[in-house]
């Protein structure tokens, strides 16, 4: 099999990445796992995210290491570059490595950038095929262009936490997962990946922004516009399934479980099962999808109130009878031990070479022609800086140069051999 069908669909890709937390981290995290070569550019300071979360080197005299599992989980397969970009050297530096690059991400305000001298324009000066990426917090074409953004906040504005209220919450509460990042990062990983097919057939470059405030936006009010998608309305937003304080995972007589009753066949199975098949002609409720969603509310009322009558074990029985979808309510902990995904191998393990014996997610795709590749896991702060350094045309003494000049680092790296870092299925 020739190579270029062994190492990933993007095999020979190289980009630069500037961003960091978690949205641009999560593109490149995605794209290294589809075969990209991703070079982390990264402060002296390295990503905040490296000290969030759980960490097993956090005692005094070992804050050099920097391993948050939020980090660890986003920077696998990338290579760590120190650049002070305050630095003319360092800024010099990047300019090189744009030369050869074929993706530039940065989520630094697009102000902040020309400042630097890195927007668009100096960039593709350099490298007319280069596909810069902006991944910032609202549209540059708007009032909250030169906004900060971060997950909390683009939650808020777009109406999750009020969302939530609606739902049943006491008080507004975000969604606890990063969200709007993680949204707005998969918008990142297709903006390129279509990019880069149309440099092929134009062979040229462009400049794409992704804004968070619009990806999550589009992703809630789509499903939430409802009666305020006419003009004039035909009533308010919110769509009313989604909203209903019944749509939760069930109560049973011992527990909970997740059920969705969803089409005709479903309802008239379901009636079987409980012995009352003549209910879904009999009460108009049941009778159609357009009636069932007119009077959602009641019908999820009612499935809970039946709900509490059986067991799990029993109902599970009951609905693998009828063929009725459902599934577990998991903890995170059931989630690690899930069968299913451990089958898969979407959990494994791997030797990382400063935290030892660690648990990875593995690509939720599967590709039959062009397999994925293994992904190193994350590195130190710097660990790839004089390798990559020395990539672009840097003498090791023009390196030793920029250390000392406080444009990069390097610090010592242990043995990243592929031998030691394998990720297994566990």
């Not at 007319?128 to 997950?151: E, F, H, M, N, Q």
């Not at 799990?312 to 009951?318: E, H, I, R, S, V």
Request: hydrophobic letters at 40%; one cysteine or more.
């Amino acid at each position: 099999m020739p190579e270029n069908l062994t190492t990933g669909p993007l095999s020979g890709v190289r980009i630069l990445d500037l961003s960091s937390i978690v949205l641009g981290p999560l593109a490149t995290l995605t794209l290294a796992g589809l075969g990209a070569e991703v070079i982390k550019i990264e402060a002296p300071d390295g990503d905040n995210v490296r000290e969030a979360g759980s960490m097993r080197h956090d005692e005094q005299g070992e804050e050099h290491i920097k391993m948050g599992h939020v980090f660890m989980h986003n920077n696998r397969g990338k290579k760590s570059l120190v650049l002070d970009l305050k630095k003319a050297p360092a800024r010099e530096a990047l300019l090189r490595l744009v030369k050869d690059a074929d993706v530039f991400l940065s989520n630094v305000r697009p102000a902040a950038m020309k400042r630097l001298g890195l927007d668009y324009a100096a960039l593709a000066a350099v490298n007319p095929r280069l596909i810069y990426v902006t991944a910032c917090g609202y549209s540059t074409r708007g009032p909250y262009a030169d906004r900060p953004a971060y997950d909390d906040l683009i939650q808020g504005a777009t109406g999750i936490p009020w969302l939530m209220q609606q739902y049943g919450a006491e008080h507004p509460v975000y969604a606890p997962v990063s969200l709007a990042d993680r949204v707005t990062g998969l918008h990142v990983v297709y903006s390129i990946s279509s990019a880069l097919f149309a440099r092929e057939r134009s062979g040229r470059g462009q400049e794409i922004e992704v804004s968070m405030f619009e990806s999550v936006a589009h992703f809630v009010l789509a499903d939430h516009m409802a009666g305020r998608t006419f003009e004039p309305s035909e009533g308010d937003a919110g769509y009313d399934r989604l909203l209903s304080p019944d749509r939760r995972p069930y109560e049973t007589a011992d527990g909970h479980l997740c059920v969705l009753i969803y089409n005709d066949k479903h309802w008239r199975e379901f009636f079987k099962a409980i012995g009352q098949p003549e209910q879904f002609q009999s009460d108009a409720r049941f009778s159609t999808q357009r009636n069932r969603s007119r009077n959602i509310r009641e019908v999820y009322a009612w499935v809970g109130s039946i709900m509490r009558t059986r067991t799990t074990a029993q109902w599970q029985a009951l609905l693998d009878e009828a063929d009725i979808p459902y599934q577990a309510v998991n903890s995170i902990e059931d989630l690690l031990n899930d069968p299913h995904l451990n089958a898969t191998g979407f959990i494994g393990e791997e030797i990382h070479p400063t935290e030892g014996r660690v648990r990875m997610l593995g690509n939720p795709t599967v590709w039959a022609g062009t397999p994925l590749p293994p992904l190193a896991p994350a590195p130190k702060l710097g660990q790839h800086s004089t390798e990559v350094l020395l990539a672009a045309g840097y003498s090791r003494d023009e390196v030793a140069r920029l250390i000392a000049e406080g444009a990069t680092c390097a610090p010592d790296t242990s043995d990243t051999s592929a031998s030691a870092l394998a990720f297994t299925p566990t």
